[in-house]
């Protein structure tokens, strides 16, 4: 079946811009992540949707990072007056389930490449 | 909080070589563990991972980990690498709890380079 898909793969932004990235996560996937990869980095958590549930906003560096998650399906990831900092490869990764087991593996999308100039 | 430590950030074999990447996690309680690859200009994709059961647990294109609960670790290891295992290594632990989305966190990363 269809993986995770991003989209736009690159985008290259002016400073002070606003950008939203997407997520499409994989049909039947309850949980979703949003991660954030920089050059020679780790992966960074930024927010986590779970089903209805609030989700965890705690890995959000600041309030100009928001993201919604409609219909338990889609994701959209904004940031808001782009700074060069935030130059990153934007990661999307969903799973069955939360939780411990095999149902918690999560599967990641291929990334959105962001560029603040 | 727990964290992940990968104990190289580069690693440079010639094929044929043996490897084996570190990986310590910081957390007392039952885990899930994980190591992701990235090859060059791809995505993150799942190697391999452990819930319970055998510690040695084996993975696609012959790698395999271990899990040694007293050390912390699962150390990943290959008896022959090949050029084609150039990539990124990331080992990640889920260790569940209320805060579900800062208890799957991701080691640095370790860089391998395979030389021909």
């Known amino acids: 079946g269809a993986g995770v898909s991003q989209s736009p793969s690159n985008k290259v932004t002016e400073k002070g811009k606003d950008v939203e990235l997407r997520c499409d996560p994989i049909s039947g996937h309850t949980a979703l992540y949003w991660y954030r990869q920089s050059l020679g980095q780790g992966l960074e958590f930024l927010i986590y949707f779970q089903g209805n549930s609030a989700p965890d906003k705690s890995g959000l560096p600041s309030d100009r990072f928001s993201a919604e998650r409609t219909g338990g399906s889609v994701s959209t990831l904004t940031i808001q007056r782009t700074q060069q900092e935030d130059s990153a490869v934007y990661l999307c990764?969903?799973?069955?389930?939360?939780?411990?087991?095999?149902?918690?593996?999560?599967?990641f999308g291929p990334g959105t490449r962001l560029l603040v100039l | 909080a727990q964290s992940v430590s990968q104990h190289n950030h580069h690693v440079i074999l010639s094929e044929a070589a043996s490897l084996e990447l570190g990986c310590n996690y910081s957390?007392?309680?039952?885990?899930?563990l994980f190591w992701y690859v990235q090859y060059p200009g791809q995505h993150l994709q799942l190697l391999l991972k452990y819930f319970s059961g055998d510690p040695l647990v084996k993975g696609i294109k012959g790698f395999e980990a271990e899990f040694i609960k007293s050390k912390f670790s699962f150390n990943l290891r290959k008896p022959s690498v090949q050029w084609s295992d150039t990539a990124e290594y990331f080992c990640a632990v889920n260790a569940g709890g209320k805060n579900y989305g800062q208890n799957f966190v991701f080691g640095p990363g370790t860089r391998l380079s395979v030389l021909p």
């Open positions: 957390y007392g309680g039952t885990v899930n």
């Open positions: 990764a969903s799973s069955l389930e939360s939780g411990g087991g095999a149902s918690g593996t999560q599967y």
